[in-house]
């Protein structure tokens, strides 16, 4: 495809489960983001993956969250021991290049967690 | 928090009309850039302006960027029903290697036929 795809769409889950979440950047973009966007917080970022380059968890907002991008493609982020706050939108973005001024990135379709 | 700041918060127009919208921001950067969302879901890219840039256009959209205000615009001439939707300006710091983005807190725009 020529967007950006994330999966599943709508995700609903019980208090305490682990949860995995899944985006597939476009092709050839080097630069890999995860948001997310809730009522009380607005948009947030989470987590940025370049190459091989060690990524940037500073965004994670507990060590119950952690991400991993295989191959330098397929990104996946995993929430351990879902809380009732962790509902909400995650949007995955992908750029093409990274640093300096050129940088658009494009969001996929997001994921809707609700936590029950 | 680090987060900007849109104002104003909702804007209801008919269609035909112009939509202005502003955005400030906090720290130095390296681009700007809005964002439409329709229905809470995807963000849909609209325009990049690099800082060293005052004014860019797109079809009916124009952005303008004050750096030494730390302040964007962004109009929408002629609008049209389809252009109801949530509007976000987003910032990349300059000097970070990251190039996460800073979000506004956005503009719900409402275009009536």
């Known amino acids: 495809g020529a967007g950006v795809s994330q999966s599943p769409s709508n995700k609903v889950t019980e208090k305490g489960k682990d949860v995995e979440l899944r985006c597939d950047p476009i092709?050839?973009?080097?630069?890999l983001y995860w948001y997310r966007q809730s009522l009380g917080q607005g948009l947030e970022f989470l987590i940025y993956?370049?190459?091989?380059?060690?990524?940037?968890k500073s965004g994670l907002p507990s060590d119950r969250f952690s991400a991993e991008r295989t191959g330098g493609s397929v990104s996946t982020l995993t929430i351990q021991r879902t809380q009732q706050e962790d509902s909400a939108v995650y949007l995955c973005?992908?750029?093409?290049?990274?640093?300096?001024?050129?940088?658009?990135?494009?969001f996929g379709p997001g994921t809707r967690l609700t936590v029950l | 928090s680090q987060q900007g700041e849109e104002d104003p918060q909702a804007l209801s127009i008919q269609e035909g009309e112009n939509a202005t919208m502003n955005c400030s921001y906090k720290?130095?950067?390296?681009?700007l850039q809005w964002y439409r969302q329709n229905s809470g879901r995807g963000l849909v890219h609209l325009i990049l302006?690099?800082?060293?840039?005052r004014e860019k256009h797109s079809g009916r959209l124009r952005v303008t960027l004050d750096t030494s205000k730390k302040s964007s615009s962004l109009l929408i001439t002629a609008s049209r029903a389809a252009d109801t939707a949530s509007y976000f300006c987003?910032?990349?710091?300059?000097?970070?290697?990251?190039?996460?983005?800073?979000f506004g807190t956005g503009t719900r725009l409402q275009v009536f036929p």
């Open positions: 993956f370049q190459g091989n380059s060690a990524p940037d």
């Open positions: 973005a992908s750029s093409l290049v990274s640093g300096g001024p050129y940088n658009e990135q494009f």
């Open positions: 092709s050839g973009h080097t630069a």
């Open positions: 987003a910032t990349a710091a300059a000097l970070s290697h990251t190039d996460k983005l800073i």
């Open positions: 720290t130095s950067i390296n681009n």
């Open positions: 302006i690099r800082s060293n840039e």
